[in-house]
């Protein structure tokens, strides 16, 4: 029996994790393929007039295997893959591009839906039923519907091509940094806090070797800043950002390339200016333009600030004998005394009160006060050892299932995510979620944070709050499904609760006493908290910065050339590199979700400032009326009405740019 086509009867419909065999999703894909063509092909082929639901509900329900089956196998393959998953990802990625441009390219489905998108105001549909249409036509059109002939073909050539180079981008840079690590003998831990020797000693256990650094962040972020060995710095920080760049198997320049030629003949084709024209259209922003204003008035101050800060760094670093200049390998660790020095912080004296189980029960217990939720942690088993699983209720009803898996380890890719197994909708019977929140925290006993893992802890939990408390008929429309420049609204919302004094003070506990982060030290952490944001802000908003660049002209025949050709144009300081460069900018490569939107960090920051500041202005953090507010506008209301309608309800304007350049301490700068 094939466990991924069975009915899943356990509890909350959970799929059977201890039953599934890689040897079972091939299968599972081709009668899950079989069947949405079928269902498709009724649809194309019905011969009553369009209507609603024999069109669009019916198109909403066509694919119910395939996604349930997607949805297990794209989680499994990013967060523990194995060669029989990545074969499978090369092999599948051109068959479901394929089945993508045949639905879009079909000619009788595309005549019913416009059909009903010419009748749209005598078909008395409801607000979200108008929206779900008229994304529905969006998207076929977007797809090439009204293309014929040889402009049809070619764009299913391109989009299939596309698809095979953004899983080759991915599988390349997981295997990058699954086998890069530097072996430290006893005396390169000098100068490591005890919570970075342990990770480094498990790191290299996993390995069957002594202490070892990897190019994973939490590891080796501290190493940069701890490390008194400039030279052991220097290796592993040009390792870090050399990933895809090596000139060997997983060199992904070329790849590239490819991928950005690609896309600006799938723009022409669609009749587009340039590939950023035809992304950014239905997003917030519109237009390049937009985009390029509001980073270029965040890059001036933050590129001062920066430039400030550059000059105190190499100040301290010639106070220690060394020539100079100061180098990228160079500033986290003279940034980390100089933030010892001047705010009296210290990373390590940090981390035993910021437990992953203490900043677990903080994110619950926002989400218990703003929303009602409450979290209790279920057996398992899931689909690694490392995961751990609640079951999300309020009032005693059911909400969703939450899933969280922190570890780094060699079959996860980098970063952090959210995504759903299982997404929220209530078109044939009412589906709760089940939402996966993905991190690669180095591993110990405890786990212990830095603040800037705890605040990534709580990023990801703000997607998964917007999953879970998604309240729409339609599955298309459910979640995260919204504009890409939104979608991060409601994460880097919650990050705001991280640091309000009464949560830390109730949660910050020192992971073997107990006892509270002292009062001192609370007040220093959160005086510091715009500390080294104008170098935070330059190594982002000029990756932004290149990416739009890469998508808004000719696409070039050199992305590393136009690269350096961009920062050039900036003035980047020197010390100072990108935060993603392209042979390992996952966000732009890997898939179409953020190429022309990586800025979209920055334009929700424009918003969640504003957002927490409608909670400071009510003078309470857990304010139940604006709570209310943020869940029926924002958290629930997925993609039912455009971004900014929703804002706009929520908060009863747009904001501008001021809230942000505050929260990141460079209005003054500016």
Known sequence: MNALLDGWTGDFALPPFDRIR??????????ALAEARANIAAIAANPDAPDFANTIAALELAEGLLDRVSGVFYNLAGADSTPA???????????????????????????????LWQARDALNLTAEEARVLELYRQMFVRSGAQLEGASADRLTEVKARLAVLGTSFSQNLLAEERDWFMELAEADLEGLPDFAVAAARAAGAERGLGAVVTTNRSLIVPFLQFSPRRALRQRAYEAWVARGANGNAQDNRAIAAE??????????????????????????????????????RVWEPARKKALADAAVLEAMLRADGIAGPLEAW???????KRRKAEHDLDEAALKPYLSLDAMLAAQFDCANRLFGL????????????????????????HVAVFLGDYFARGSKRSGAWCSAMRSQRKLGGDVRPIVVNVCNFAKGDPCLLSYDDARTLFHEFGHALHQMLSDVTFGFISGTSVA??????????????????????????HHETGAPMPADLLKRLLDAATYDQ????????ASALVDLAFHEGPAPADPMQKQAEVLESLGMPRAIRMRHATPHFAHVFSGDGYSSGYYSYMWSEVMDADAFAAFEEAGDP?????????????????GSQPPEALYTRFRGRMPGVEPLLKGRGLLDVA
């Not at 499978?88 to 839906?113: D, G, M, W, Y």
């Open 85 to 115: 998953r990545e074969a499978l990802q090369r092999e599948l990625a051109p068959k479901l591009s394929a089945f993508s441009s045949e639905v879009t390219n079909n000619k009788a489905l595309f005549a019913r839906i416009e059909a």
């Open 374 to 397: 409450s979290f209790r942690e279920l057996p398992g088993p899931f689909y690694h050892p490392d995961v751990r699983g609640w079951e999300v209720t309020r009032g005693g009803a």
């Open 534 to 541: 104008g170098f935070a802000t330059v190594e982002f908003v």
């Open 330 to 336: 160079d500033w986290r660790y003279y940034s980390e």
């Open 622 to 638: 857990f304010d139940p009326e604006t709570a209310a507010r943020l869940e029926r506008f924002i958290l629930s209301a997925g």
């Open 484 to 509: 890409r420049d939104f979608v991060e609204l409601p994460s880097q919302l919650y990050e705001h609760w991280l640091e309000v004094p009464e949560v830390l003070e109730k949660h910050a506990l």
């Open 22 to 31: 890689d040897e079972d999703f091939g299968p599972a894909f081709d009668a």
């Open 259 to 296: 991928i950005l030629k690609l896309r600006e003949e799938r723009a022409a084709l669609l009749g587009y200016a340039s590939f950023a024209d035809y992304k950014l259209e239905p997003e917030m922003a519109r237009t390049p333009a937009a985009v390029r204003d509001l980073l270029m």
